[in-house]
């Protein structure tokens, strides 16, 4: 069965920096464009970033353009977020995702979840 486990939110300052791992399994996750969501208290999921099956290509959001990292390690079946200057409004639950194909075009369907980790932003 397709799994994938979120690790290593918790509690930073603004302007802090955190690590999120996925670790996915069940699948061939080469094959796999991989994507990060989060979900701020109150406001709907959005999209945060997203990688090619090969990293050829990555896509952030306008807001966290410059500040996030979004990388995997096929031979570890494991994606990355590096999030530095982390902000306030970075609080959230954060999920990785499984795009159905191997590329992220804008035009994309998430056919698995992962259950989120907490990320919280706060002095």
């Known amino acids: 069965q397709v799994n994938l486990v979120e690790s290593g939110g918790g509690l930073v300052q603004p302007g802090g920096s955190l690590r999120l791992s996925c670790a996915a399994s069940?699948?061939?996750?080469?094959?796999?464009?991989m994507a990060w969501f989060r979900q701020a208290p109150g406001k709907e999921r959005e999209f945060v970033a997203a990688l090619w099956s090969n990293s050829y290509s990555t896509y952030y959001a306008d807001s966290v353009k410059g500040r996030f990292t979004i990388s995997r390690d096929n031979a570890k079946n494991t994606v990355y977020l590096e999030m530095n200057s982390l902000k306030p409004e970075d609080t959230g639950v954060y999920y990785c995702a499984r795009n159905f194909r191997s590329i992220w075009t804008g035009s994309d369907r998430i056919d698995y979840w992962g259950q989120g980790t907490q990320v919280t932003v706060s002095s």
């Open positions: 069940g699948f061939t996750f080469s094959r796999y464009a």
